[in-house]
């Protein structure tokens, strides 16, 4: 029942922010800019029937670059299916109980260990769809280690968009890239500015988790009040009569992580590394007898784990979580049918949070239909007006900016590009222009119904809005003082460059 409620929560913060986008879309206007020359338009009016219909045509529309938003749902459902699989080989809760043992004497330094792990990947990368295949192991350990679910939460998913907020080299076709070609930035541009932000933010979010968390750590319990509590443990089965050692699912699970990551990751945009590119190119170049035989035998398309790693998307991040599902069924003896069950069973424990994921990118799906329509947004008047307030770089008026036009754009880089001529032509220091937007869409990330990652992590975790915002106020407000404070040291304090 608490599921259903959970569900029902964030539709509901979806359904209403989507109520709010269709009644400014009859009072805003919408307009467009050339530079910084802002031209007035009409109003584009949503009707009530659209209330119903866009949330369905999510499930079967893509976003800007044409990707289907019904693949983030798959990428869940992959997610859920490996962890299916690893429990039905019975050695995947023996890895979790001997974390657990390792750990009980030291919970917070697991706690820690998780913030920082989750956050600093994500400050690297920004790459939140394989980070998330860690989810599931580390809230099982952080719930049997006693603390309560928005503890393990904010531990995890939390600390993986703290990580988005206070991105250093995120770098992929996601994020900075964007920012780097939009705005004509380096990759090292304000780098210790990042860093301070990175380690500022972490710190809050460590603190203020650490100490709430003594608060609701949970004292021994019953031996039957313990069982009902692993039984609602997502994708977590408890098995104490296997032999078999874990060593290899480890080593599997670490990897299904670490290949996404550096396939998906782009090495030659970031650092210029060449080397997968030329190892590309020597695969598809390669001939015995006048035929390319290696390239026809891997696969060279562009939706294929063949093709050049860097650049790599969601369709090869499903490829890996369901070969990963597959040797790990092999290697641990399993039939195939056994494997399909496992796969199945985990999968149908992970259907809310897919389409939890996929509902997100409604008012994105209204952005891309209205934008490939012709139709200019009411996000433009609004942009035009907080840039009447000021005509130098204001961190407020640049985060109201960000903070209105968030909802509207489930990823960073189509903000940054609806963003771009009126910021271009009315700023200068384009670096701290692109480092405000990242923290600022970041933090709102933290708090929007419209953010895949964060109503992934609570359909997951099964929080809903409600028991979210009350049992994270704190940790919210303090990244928010956090963030302002080091942006405005860094912009105002004198001795400090920010170019």
């Given amino acids: 029942m608490k599921s259903k409620s959970t569900l029902k929560s964030i539709l509901t913060a979806i359904g209403s922010l989507l109520l709010v986008y269709l009644v400014l879309s009859w009072i805003i206007p919408g307009g467009s800019f050339s530079e910084l020359t802002f031209t007035k338009d009409t109003t584009y009016p949503l009707g009530l ?17 044409g990707v289907p938003f019904i693949m983030i749902g798959i ?38 260990i998780s913030i920082i792990v989750f956050a600093l990947l994500s400050s690297l990368t920004t790459l939140s769809y394989p980070i998330f295949i860690l989810v599931p192991f580390m809230v099982t350990v952080i719930l049997l280690l006693g603390f309560d679910k928005i503890t393990a939460l904010l531990s995890t998913v939390g600390a993986m968009l703290v990580g988005n907020m206070a991105t250093m080299y995120g ?14 930035n380096g990759i090292n541009d304000l780098i210790v500015m990042k860093i301070v932000l990175f ?3 972490v710190l809050v979010l460590a603190l203020i988790v650490i100490l709430m968390s003594k608060k609701t750590v949970k004292t021994a319990k019953s031996k039957k009040a313990k069982k009902e509590e692993l039984e609602e443990i997502p ?4 098995e104490s009569k296997q032999t078999k050692s874990g060593v290899a699912m480890f080593i599997i699970l670490v990897l299904t992580i670490i290949i996404p990551l550096v396939g998906m990751y782009s090495w ?41 790693i860097g650049t790599w998307g969601n369709f090869d991040l499903i490829v890996i979580l369901l070969l990963s599902s597959l040797i790990i069924g092999k290697v641990y003896k399993l039939k195939l049918k056994e494997i399909f069950t496992g796969f199945t069973d985990g ?54 900016i960000t903070a209105v036009a968030s909802p509207l754009f489930n990823e960073l880089p189509y903000l940054a590009a609806i963003l771009q001529q009126p910021l271009l032509s009315a700023y200068e220091n384009y670096p701290l222009v692109t480092v405000i937007i990242q923290a600022v869409y970041g933090f709102m990330m ?41 942006i405005l040291l860094f912009m105002y304090c004198p001795g400090i460059k920010v170019m």
Wanted: avoid cysteine; proline fraction near 1%; hydrophobic fraction near 50%.
């Fill in 199 to 201: 380690v500022v933010s």
């Fill in 446 to 486: 933290m708090i929007l119904p419209t953010s895949v990652i964060l109503v992934a992590g609570l359909a997951y975790t099964d929080i809903s809005i409600k028991e979210y915002f009350k049992g994270s106020w704190k940790v919210l407000i303090g990244l928010f003082v956090a963030i302002t404070a080091v």
């Fill in 49 to 65: 029937s659209d209330l119903i219909t866009y949330p369905i045509a999510t499930i079967f529309s893509s976003d800007f670059a």
């Fill in 75 to 112: 990428i869940f459902l992959a997610i859920g299916g490996l962890y299916g699989v690893m429990n039905k080989t019975g050695v995947y809760s023996k890895i979790v109980d001997k974390t657990v043992s390792i750990f009980e004497k030291k919970k917070t330094m697991f706690l820690i």
């Fill in 347 to 400: 999968a149908k424990k992970m259907l809310k949070v897919a389409l939890v994921a996929i509902l997100a990118n409604t008012i994105y799906l209204i952005v891309v239909v209205s934008y490939n329509s012709g139709e200019t947004l009411f996000i433009a008047s609004i942009v035009n007006r907080l840039l009447s307030i000021t005509t130098k770089l204001n961190y407020f008026v640049l985060g109201g």
């Fill in 171 to 184: 770098y992929n076709k996601d994020s900075l890239s964007y920012f780097n070609v939009l705005f004509n």
């Fill in 235 to 238: 994708l977590y089965t408890k």
């Fill in 268 to 308: 030659s945009g970031a650092f210029g590394i060449d080397i997968f590119t030329k190892f590309h190119e020597a695969i598809t170049t390669f001939k015995i007898n006048g035929n390319t035989i290696l390239a026809n035998i891997l696969g060279t398309s562009n939706n294929y784990l063949g093709f050049e």
